[in-house]
């Protein structure tokens, strides 16, 4: 999937690190290496958290000559 990416909404008093390993789960299940992990659990507050998993990411080989 091109320009995909995974977004994990909270709505707790604090994003823990069991949110953020959640949301890298996901991202590593649906092979996008993108995703936020949004928490809209304080009043008036929105606090987001970006991810990129530098192992999902394709690196283009060059000059590959295949036999």
């Known amino acids: 999937m091109f320009g995909g990416l995974v977004v ?15 949301l890298i789960n996901y991202m ?3 092979g996008q290496p993108v995703g936020y992990l949004v ?5 008036g507050t929105l606090e987001w958290k970006r991810f990129i998993l530098s ?5 283009p080989v060059q000059n590959a000559n295949l036999r």
């Open 55 to 59: 192992e999902l990411i394709a690196v």
């Open 28 to 30: 590593r299940i649906s």
């Open 39 to 43: 928490n809209f659990g304080q009043k």
């Open 8 to 22: 994990e909404l909270k709505a707790v008093a604090e994003l823990l690190p069991e949110h953020e390993a959640q």
